[in-house]
């Protein structure tokens, strides 16, 4: 059965904090990974991982895959308050076009003042 | 219209109630799915459509579960027979073909009494 697991499941930092939220998988036909954000409504997209290694970026935001540990890292730096969401990894199988996601239960990040 | 919508944004059932709930997909989007999210959880695939076609509904939990899309870009999802197990926010999301990415509306909250 494939699964993904998100750890930890709940953090609370301060203003300014740098934090690390982790993502592992066990998928078979693994095509790629993606982090999204959740806030009281959809989901956004952050990144989409494909290859192991490539680090992506966006702002004070970055991601990176390791196929050979099965996982994947969300960094945040210099944390504001309105980065307070649910953080949701999820995999993709390489299984034609049904393009269906396997979610992790998700990080709840709280940032205080 | 700019991204996915869905309708109502909130549902209050008493049990026993039919439900049905609508999802407007990106204009263009071939693919589309449907994704159940209880409390506390990441979201969980439901069923998928490419077009009109339903390819895949095993994520279905029951038979009391129905979707369509018979034009291929509305789709509904209807549970029949609402039983409290089945409050949760129900998401859509859609996407170009075989892009990997979902675009997710803001889902439909759904709490049976």
């Known amino acids: 059965e494939d699964k993904v697991v998100q750890s930890p499941l709940s953090l609370v930092v301060h203003e300014g904090d740098t934090v690390t939220l982790n993502c592992s998988y066990e998928?078979?036909?693994?095509?790629?990974l993606l982090w999204y954000k959740q806030e009281k409504k959809a989901p956004t997209f952050l990144f989409m991982l494909?290859?192991?290694?490539i680090e992506k970026k966006s702002g004070r935001l970055s991601s990176i895959l390791d196929k050979k540990e099965l996982s994947s890292i969300l960094n945040i730096t210099a944390t504001q308050t309105g980065d307070s969401a649910i953080y949701l990894c999820?995999?993709?199988?390489?299984?034609?076009?049904?393009?269906?996601?396997?979610f992790g239960k998700g990080i709840t990040l709280s940032v205080r003042p | 219209g700019a991204g996915v919508s869905q309708s109502p944004r909130y549902k209050v059932a008493k049990r026993g109630q039919d439900v049905a709930l609508r999802c407007d997909p990106i204009?263009?989007?071939?693919?589309l799915f449907w994704y159940q999210q209880a409390l506390g959880q990441g979201p969980e695939f439901l069923t998928y459509?490419?077009?009109?076609?339903?390819?895949?509904k095993s994520g279905l939990p029951s038979d009391r579960f129905f979707a369509e899309r018979p034009e291929g870009s509305v789709s509904t999802l209807k549970i029949q027979r609402t039983q409290q197990e089945d409050s949760a926010v129900y998401l859509c999301?859609?996407?170009?073909?075989?892009?990997?990415?979902?675009?997710f509306g803001p889902g439909t909250r759904l709490t049976v009494l």
């Open positions: 459509f490419q077009n009109e076609a339903q390819l895949d």
């Open positions: 204009s263009g989007h071939v693919s």
């Open positions: 998928v078979t036909n693994f095509r790629s």
């Open positions: 999301a859609s996407l170009i073909w075989d892009s990997g990415v979902q675009f």
């Open positions: 494909t290859s192991s290694g």
């Open positions: 999820a995999v993709v199988k390489n299984t034609g076009a049904n393009s269906k996601l396997t």
